[in-house]
């Protein structure tokens, strides 16, 4: 076994030319739990603790863009100022694990390793973000929608750093909803992000644990996007908004595991995207307003 | 860049509580908690389930408290390592840990040191936390005896008597 300690991104892709096997290594919450428990089965790391360039993030004035490095940790996103420029991925955030594992992982390891029970995944693909990646030969950019493919199952190839996620900052109401058992250390049994795009006038509701990667309720956004006036500030009514929920639950494929019933994450999903709709349209809610 | 092998004569440094140790003939995949306990010989950070769940392994890296179960130790080749026994500097109990005896949070006091060294990130960040702040803080440390009502209690007293003695 052979640990990289790379202290850049050109370390790193120029590793994993070498070593195309090699695990990458940032938080240690997935890769830890199991060379813990399979110290034999440890192939060769390369870690990512050293690499800063991952934990920058900026935003482009001049397209509204954020761009967020892979290594941020949780912790940074559910605090200022991240948290007022994406509101729901704060949310998101304080619902991972524990303080201890929120200071540890981040996104990066959220994508690479492609749980549809992800925390931070339906909010990505809600803000239809961009998943950035570079191996030695260059870079290259992905919609998020393209980048899960399956359980546990990402789009990148074996040589591929994740670097980044970018994402289009929006006006209007956004947020984040979770069913576990408690309100932390829970694997989710079903999620939800709501995005309310009050220019460009959509909405955008995706959901975790319920399909083999994250849902997006598109049919249920178009039938939406029909029903409601969504530029500025949206009125739904109590029936409207369970209707939504309903619909979007329908798009969902929910199984029976060890977690929940696909019974009860169909329903609790269709909860949640009502909930959600319903804080979007009433104003001075504890939901956020994106800045 | 630095690689690290399991050849046997390969070994690293770690910067714990202050001071420079070297790990020597240690496989380069174990925890840092394992480093700690069984080459460093510093017991006090106790493991239990070795998966980021239970909080027991609590040590404050760069500042920001952490499962050390879950860090390779041959990767905090650069990071400045405090664990429970690193939190005094004097020798005597710092004043939480002063503060878990007196409202009774110890009891088998397994989970303790890493209850004391998640306290002590807190109040180093958030002098004046919320009962919601304290609840969430202490969310990844799991204790089986006390049903925490005492462990709470000495937190909001470790809390108040470093607010009055700042006043």
Redesign the interface.
Known sequence: ????????ID?VVD?LRRLPQARL?Q???DV??E???N?AG?GD?I?L??VSELRRWYVDEESRTLHLGAGV?Y?ELERSPLCNLLPALAEAARTV?????R??GSLGGNLGTCSPAGDGLPVLSAYDAMVHLRNADGSRQMSIHDFMVGVKRNASAADELITGISMQLTRGFQGYAKVGTR???VISVASACLVHDSERGSIRVAFGAVAPTIVRARNAEAWLAENVELVGAIDVSGRLAREFGERAATECTPIDDHRSTAAYRRHAVSVLAERLLLRAATPNTTGNRAS | MTSSQDQGNEFYALTVNGMRHQVQDAWVGESLLYVLRERLGLPGTKGACEQGECGSCTVVMDGEAVCACLVMAATAVDADIVTVEGLSTDGEPTDVQRSFVDAGGVQCGFCTPGLIVAVHALLERNSSPSELEIREAISGNICRCTGYGRIFEAVRQARDTRQQGAQ
């Open positions: 076994m052979t640990v990289v300690n790379a202290t850049s370390e590793a290594l938080g240690g919450t830890m739990v060379i813990n428990l110290r440890a790391v870690a603790r050293q940790p912790a694990g524990s303080p201890q594992i200071a540890a309100n932390a250390m």
